[in-house]
């Protein structure tokens, strides 16, 4: 499995989690420049993960606001 499947696999939940911890980690300080980069990269992966879930549920909020008020509006026009 790719790394991008595994992200896609990940509930916005878990992808914020794991985030949290990861920067938590780095925060805490004591690991390897390797280590760091690593880290790092991988917060990078995640905040994008995180960002195509909110995204996603933005368009589709968006997308139901529209249609309720497509809604209301045409049942102004019946009146």
């Given at each position: 499995?790719?790394?991008?499947?595994?992200?896609e696999?990940?509930?916005?939940?878990?992808?914020?989690?794991?985030?949290?911890?990861t920067?938590?980690?780095?925060?805490?300080?004591?690991?390897?420049?390797?280590?760091?980069?690593?880290?790092?990269?991988?917060?990078?992966?995640?905040?994008?993960?995180?960002?195509?879930?909110?995204?996603?549920?933005?368009?589709?909020?968006?997308?139901?606001?529209?249609?309720?008020?497509e809604?209301?509006?045409?049942?102004?026009?019946?009146?």
């Open positions: 499995m790719s790394s991008s499947k595994a992200e696999a990940l509930s916005y939940e878990q992808a914020r989690d794991e985030l949290i911890e920067v938590r980690r780095l925060e805490a300080g004591g690991t390897s420049l390797e280590e760091s980069l690593a880290l790092w990269e991988r917060g990078e992966e995640l905040a994008k993960v995180c960002r195509r879930w909110l995204e996603g549920a933005r368009a589709r909020l968006d997308a139901a606001l529209a249609e309720e008020e809604e209301e509006e045409g049942g102004e026009e019946e009146d």
